[in-house]
């Protein structure tokens, strides 16, 4: 028995995030608030590489350890059937397509910056609910994740409780949008199908 690296971009995110929130804690504490936290619309520079950069790498920061493993224990539950199903590359693109959105939405019309990986939970939250997507019909589990879960983010965005739903409301879309458009590439099916071809060879 041993242990397999078996996702490789869903644990890299993992391990990295864990990294970097270590190194603000402990050796460089103005870590995240320079390099993994988007800006807003006061304090976005177009000029600014870093603003730039930054409206992807906020994913990799978090507030605290209570932020950060909420976040990542649902990343590491759906994250590793996703990269599974879609490969690891696509999974890659995908979230950062989704972190840049969420960042370049917070720096265009948000007065206050943005730091997590919230938009990407809820990214694999709605692509996962889409696996099952066919031509010409729409999932029933689409469907009540939609409804539970946006939902109830649209509802709390009228709420002053300082987390940013709006966040979870476009990472969801990007989602969806993946899940609609996106073909997969199942490892699992590639995988069950070499092997089939190797025992019918071996006949």
């Given at each position: 028995m041993k242990i397999k690296y078996n996702s490789p971009v869903v644990l890299t995110f993992v391990f990295l995030c864990a990294f970097i929130l270590l190194l603000n804690q402990t050796l460089f504490h103005n870590l995240i608030q320079l390099w993994f936290t988007a800006p807003s619309k006061t304090n976005f520079s177009s000029s600014d590489p870093r603003d730039w950069i930054d409206l992807v790498t906020h994913a990799l920061g978090h507030a605290s350890w209570n932020h950060l493993t909420g976040n990542l224990l649902i990343i590491l539950i759906v994250g590793p059937m996703l990269e599974?199903?879609?490969?690891?590359?696509?999974?890659?693109?995908?979230?950062?397509?989704?972190?840049?959105v969420t960042g370049g939405i917070n720096a265009l019309f948000f007065s206050t910056g943005l730091l997590g990986a919230s938009g990407i939970v809820f990214m694999m939250i709605l692509l996962a609910s889409f696996t099952n997507f066919r031509k010409g019909e729409i999932p029933l589990t689409f469907i009540l994740v939609l409804i539970f879960y946006v939902g109830n983010e649209v509802i709390s965005s009228f709420k002053n409780d300082g987390i940013a739903h709006f966040v979870h409301i476009i990472g969801g879309f990007c989602g969806s949008v993946f899940g609609f458009?996106?073909?997969?590439?199942?490892?699992r099916i590639e995988r069950s199908g070499v092997a089939g071809k190797q025992a019918n060879s071996g006949q």
């Open positions: 599974d199903i879609y490969g690891s590359v696509s999974l890659l693109v995908m979230m950062f397509i989704t972190a840049f458009f996106k073909k997969t590439t199942d490892n």
